[in-house]
């Protein structure tokens, strides 16, 4: 077995556990848990790079988002002009695009998707804070067990890209 096919095994088998787990658990506490939510987490977390340092940065970002999400969604309450809240979007797009230059904060497509999570969910903070950071664990999850099946399973001799 090849690295990317144990990436690919380990993925798919944790993210199923984490579907069936949010599902469940998002009957008896629907203002709580989403797996989709979870899976802007677990995607974050790749686009970020994986591993320590993405988990942290993904992290921070998804977080960051959430926070500039639900500042948007507050100021923006302040009046029912369009124009208003297109510029307080304008605004708040720039400072993400901006802090794409701090280290924490560099991938502001994790930036960009807390913040698109807090429009879905209408500004749902804590749903939003739960299932972020399991979906990050759950993302890391992926990449722990698909380096324990590449090195229980890998084909001597092989590259690491191979199948």
Do not use: Q
């Amino acid at each position: 077995m090849g690295y990317i096919m144990a990436s690919a095994l380990s993925s798919g088998l944790i993210s199923g556990i984490w579907t069936g787990i949010a599902n469940y658990l998002s009957i008896f506490l629907p203002n709580l848990f989403s797996s989709w939510v979870g899976f802007v987490g677990i995607t974050s977390y790749f686009v970020a790079g994986g591993k320590k340092e993405g988990f942290i940065r993904s992290l921070t970002s998804n977080l960051t988002g959430v926070l500039i999400g639900c500042i948007i969604i507050a100021i923006s309450s302040l009046s029912e002009s369009v124009v208003f809240g297109a510029a307080v979007t304008g605004v708040f797009t720039w400072l993400i695009c901006y802090l794409a230059h701090i280290d924490l904060t560099k991938f502001s497509t994790c930036t960009f998707m807390g913040g698109f999570s807090a429009f879905a969910t209408g500004g749902n903070w804590r749903l939003l804070l739960i299932c972020l950071v399991c979906g990050n664990i759950v993302g890391y999850l992926c990449t722990l067990f698909g380096d324990f099946l590449y090195s229980k399973f890998k084909k001597k001799n092989s590259t690491e890209e191979e199948w």
